[in-house]
């Protein structure tokens, strides 16, 4: 009897925990755009054709609600400002990255940081509903980005390198990868329509050495949008001001003046430092692309290297790729 009674409240235990999950799963889907079961985002039959406006079409792929605004923010504000259009996909919901608190309300509050976030960028924004911590490089998840490139048209698709520390950053690093090639054959997801031509698949930067250090085949100068990017990373509070995953008590502002300061503070200190090291980094790089007067002059970039499972740029095609390069003398 008493083993039977232990089953039961075992078999109860279990549903009331799958009720749970469910409920907080239900809470990353639908109650604020841009948080999207990735299913439902990129089912691909009734979506409708980008514009053929003749401008470039970017679409970038961080693992967590954060991700993007850190290594492409800065082209996504010079992008945008001619009239380009940038999609920048969370390929997690973030719903573990936080101190204090996780599940549903956690992927909630990170989607609309990055939405308020990307306003400032110019970008458009998408979080996929994939649990934090948890992206595999699974077929199903090859088809959903697949699918999101062709949806976007990409003329130019960014991730992570596939040798990053992070599980999550490693395997969007390999899922954006295992999409190259796949997105222009016809009977692979043929419910989207495949691309006509690979786009250009870039990496973003990193610091890792093993099993191969990153090489910039691009460096932009971001400085004319610096402030704009910085603002935009403020706007993320639960990374960049109570400290994400690693956080504690004492991060979490007193009152919003409080805020005002520290958001003051992450503009000046780590963040913006950031950009001067890459800048410093890639010097020969920036004066290649720039000229040896202004390539010196540079104070904060963003590195970029091409992807070789993709369409192989040359150097002017590079520069189309990224207008705001200035024309080679």
Same mark, same amino acid.
């Given at each position: 009897?008493?083993?039977?009674?232990?089953?039961?409240?075992?078999?109860?235990s279990?549903?009331?925990?799958a009720?749970s999950?469910?409920?907080a799963?239900?809470?990353?889907?639908?109650?604020?755009?841009g948080?999207?079961p990735a299913?439902a985002?990129?089912?691909g039959?009734n979506?409708?054709?980008p514009?053929?406006?003749?401008?470039l079409?970017v679409?970038?792929?961080g693992?967590h609600?954060?991700?993007c605004?850190i290594?492409?923010?800065?082209?996504t504000?010079?992008w945008?400002?001619?009239?380009?259009?940038v999609k920048?996909?969370?390929?997690t919901?973030?719903?573990?990255?936080?101190?204090?608190?996780?599940g549903g309300?956690?992927?909630l509050?990170r989607?609309?940081e990055?939405?308020?976030?990307?306003?400032?960028?110019?970008?458009?924004?998408?979080?996929l509903?994939?649990?934090?911590g948890e992206?595999?490089?699974?077929?199903?998840?090859?088809?959903?980005?697949a699918?999101?490139?062709?949806q976007?048209?990409?003329? =130019?698709?960014?991730?992570h *390198?596939?040798n990053?520390?992070?599980?999550d950053?490693?395997?969007? @690093?390999?899922? +954006?990868?295992? #999409?190259a090639?796949m997105v222009?054959?016809p009977?692979?997801?043929p419910d989207?329509?495949?691309?006509k031509?690979?786009?250009v698949?870039?990496?973003?930067y990193?610091?890792?050495?093993k099993?191969n250090?990153?090489?910039?085949?691009v460096?932009?100068s971001?400085d004319s949008v610096i402030?704009?990017?910085?603002e935009?990373?403020?706007?993320i509070v639960?990374q960049f001001?109570e400290?994400g995953?690693?956080?504690?008590a004492?991060?979490?502002?007193?009152d919003?003046?409080?805020?005002?300061?520290r958001?003051?503070?992450?503009k000046?200190?780590w963040a913006r430092?950031?950009?001067?090291n =890459?800048?410093n980094?890639f *010097?020969e790089k920036?004066?290649?692309l720039?000229?040896?007067?202004a @390539?010196k002059q +540079?104070?904060? #970039?963003?590195?970029?290297?091409v992807?070789?499972?993709g369409?192989?740029p040359?150097?002017?095609?590079?520069?189309?790729?990224?207008?705001?390069l200035p024309?080679?003398?």
């Open positions: 009897m008493n083993r039977w009674r232990w089953y039961g409240c075992g078999i109860v279990g549903l009331i925990l009720a999950f469910g409920f799963r239900l809470a990353t889907t639908g109650m604020l755009p948080a999207v299913a985002a990129v089912a039959v979506a409708p054709a514009p053929t406006d003749g401008k079409r679409i970038a792929f693992a609600p954060d991700d605004e290594f492409v923010g800065g082209s504000c010079l945008s400002d001619l009239g380009h259009h920048l996909v969370s390929a919901n973030g719903d573990i990255g936080h101190w204090q608190n996780a309300q956690l992927a509050r989607t609309a990055v939405r308020e976030a990307d306003k400032i960028l110019g970008g458009t924004t998408e979080v509903d994939i649990h934090d992206i595999m490089p699974t077929l199903e998840n090859r088809r959903t980005f699918r999101l490139i062709r976007w048209n990409a003329d =130019i698709v960014i991730s *390198r596939p990053d520390y992070h599980p950053h490693r395997y969007t @690093g390999v899922l +954006v990868q295992d #999409a090639y222009t054959v009977f692979f997801c989207t329509p495949p691309l031509k690979n786009p698949f870039l990496y973003s990193d610091g890792f050495q099993p250090p990153f090489r910039p085949d460096v932009v971001i402030e704009r990017k910085l935009a990373m403020t706007k639960s001001i400290g995953c690693g956080g504690n004492s991060l979490l502002p007193k919003e003046a409080d805020l005002k300061a958001q003051e503070q992450l000046k200190g430092q950031r950009y001067v =890459i800048a980094n *010097r920036l004066i290649e720039y000229g040896e007067e @390539g +540079v104070r904060h #970039a963003e590195a970029f290297e992807c070789e499972y369409r192989r040359n150097a002017e095609e590079l520069r189309r790729l990224f207008p705001f024309a080679r003398k």
